[in-house]
């Protein structure tokens, strides 16, 4: 397993959920932890636990849908950790949402902190984590490759992180960088992700993992260096069924997915044009 010992880590997103465990977790194991967020109430919990294993550790309150700030964060980060090794890029937010439903404000906010501020974010610190032949992290999701309802946007912008990653890699291979690429995609993880209002319910009916399970899938992507990792594992034999037969795929995406609302006595959606039956 990869070595975090000494080697400083900012975790984005990391006063609830997976961010938290991460955070944790490598504190427990040695790492230096950065952590940030925007509820400093939940953050000052997150980094007392941390800072139990890992005193050096601290945090910062950002927005980080603020691009305007990014550059200046991506600063003070490395100058009050002394340098910077990885970069986990975990912040982000759902959108469960019929596709026609999305307002354009949610599609930029979406888009802003999935997609946009993580790539802000990493290119701020590509000269820090270069000194150091360090590695960045994206957590992506399942969504990126699997085309799950009701997660269009939110979809689009994972996978738009996962192709931003796979461009950076190629971008860094041919100038002889040193520095490492990685995209995780979890499947479900038990976080507040799935209770934040103004989402739909949730259509997924696998049971949930601990988030404690992005701690071992986020080591083992430093540790062998494959530029993407499903959490569970089986979430990756998934993109090449899909790519095989991609018509088949989303056709059994529309089927699983008339079952789940059936079986939940939900509502099938309707567009506006269509007359509900
Ligand atoms: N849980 C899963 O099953 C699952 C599956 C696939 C992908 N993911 C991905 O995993 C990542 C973590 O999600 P989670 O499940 O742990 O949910 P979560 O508990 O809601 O955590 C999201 C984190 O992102 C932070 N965040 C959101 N907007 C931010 C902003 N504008 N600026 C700074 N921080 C912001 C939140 O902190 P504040 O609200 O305090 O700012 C929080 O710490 C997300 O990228 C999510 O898409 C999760």
Redesign the pocket.
Known sequence: MYDVEGKRILV????????AALATGLAERGATVGL????AD??ADVLAGVQVHAPESRSWT????DLDGVDDFAARVVDELGGLDVLVN?????KRRWAWDHRPDEIADVLR??LESPIRLTLALLDALGANSGQVVF?????ARLSPPCESVYAAS?AGITAFAEGLTVDLRVAGSPVGVHVVQ????D???FD?PDNERSLADIE?LP?SAIVDAVLGALQDKPIEVFVPEWFGDLPATKAGDLDGFLAGSVMYTRQRLEAESRPFPTRPEVAPS
């Open positions: 984005t997103g990391a006063s609830s959920g997976l961010g940030c967020a925007r509820r939940r953050l950002v927005d980080l849908s975990n912040a982000g937010i759902p902190i999935n957590i992506g999701s399942v969504a994972k979890p499947g479900v993880l976080t507040e992700l934040l949930a988030a």
